[in-house]
T-cell receptor, first 116, second 112 residues
Framework: EAQVTQNPRYLITVTGKKLTVTCSQN?????MSWYRQDPGLGLRQIYY???????DKGDVPEGYKVSRKEKRNFPLILESPSPNQTSLYFC???????????????FGPGTRLTVL | EDKVVQSPLSLVVHEGDTVTLNCSYE??????LLWYKQEKKAPTFLFML????IEKKSGRLSSILDKKELFSILNITATQTGDSAVYLC????????????FGDGTTLTVKP
């Protein structure tokens, strides 16, 4: 089944404790992206990657890191989480996003992160 | 800064009603506008619009883009309770290929 998977789905942690949220897609998509969603707000883009070893900042990259060493994986790293990073996080991938004409994104199930 | 504004923020209707959701945008350049539906989980794709005046249709849902006035509408006819969701609009610009700007969404509630 074509899908985007994220782990963990739920995480409660404490301020300053480094964490990684994994994202993997099995559709051979070149484009991947991370978003956060807060109550009453739409999706805000954190980082995106057009291809392996190519990453760029979205609108809210502060406090986050990403890496793209393989096409299928795009982990999100919080080196020193803070309470304002409590949010719902979505990973997405796309076959044609970023190319001429743009394209739809396929979203993972989300990771609900609480930082105490 | 690219900006996407959706209206209304929330809407409550009864089954059988027709609704129109709005999405306006201010971007430095334009590539495509996409609509997604989010039901308490991950967003799912509805439509992608790139050309003005061409209606995209899927069942009771349809959408159209006006690139001159910089907006799009999403219409849902004969609404059902299963249409209850947050509807998100997103714009992609070619100058920042890969960068996607979403609106805050419209929360639609359809009552029986």
């Amino acid at each position: 089944e074509a899908q985007v998977t994220q782990n963990p789905r739920y995480l409660i942690t404490v301020t300053g404790k480094k964490l990684t949220v994994t994202c993997s897609q099995n559709m051979n998509h070149e484009y991947m992206s991370w978003y956060r969603q807060d109550p009453g707000l739409g999706l805000r883009q954190i980082y995106y990657s057009m291809n392996v070893e190519v990453t760029d900042k979205g609108d809210v990259p502060e406090g986050y890191k990403v890496s793209r060493k393989e096409k299928r994986n795009f982990p999100l790293i919080l080196e020193s989480p803070s309470p304002n990073q409590t949010s719902l996080y979505f990973c997405a991938s796309s076959l044609s996003m970023g190319l001429a004409g743009g394209g739809e994104q396929f979203f993972g199930p989300g990771t609900r992160l609480t930082v105490l | 800064e690219d900006k996407v504004v959706q209206s209304p923020l929330s809407l409550v209707v009864h089954e059988g009603d027709t609704v129109t959701l709005n999405c306006s945008y201010e971007v430095t350049n334009f590539r495509s506008l996409l609509w997604y539906k989010q039901e308490k989980k991950a967003p799912t794709f509805l439509f992608m619009l790139t050309s003005s005046g061409i209606e995209k249709k899927s069942g009771r849902l349809s959408s159209i883009l006006d690139k001159k006035e910089l907006f799009s509408i999403l219409n849902i006819t004969a609404t059902q309770t299963g249409d209850s969701a947050v509807y998100l609009c997103a714009v992609e610009v070619p100058a920042n290929a890969g960068k996607s700007t979403f609106g805050d969404g419209t929360t639609l509630t359809v009552k029986p």
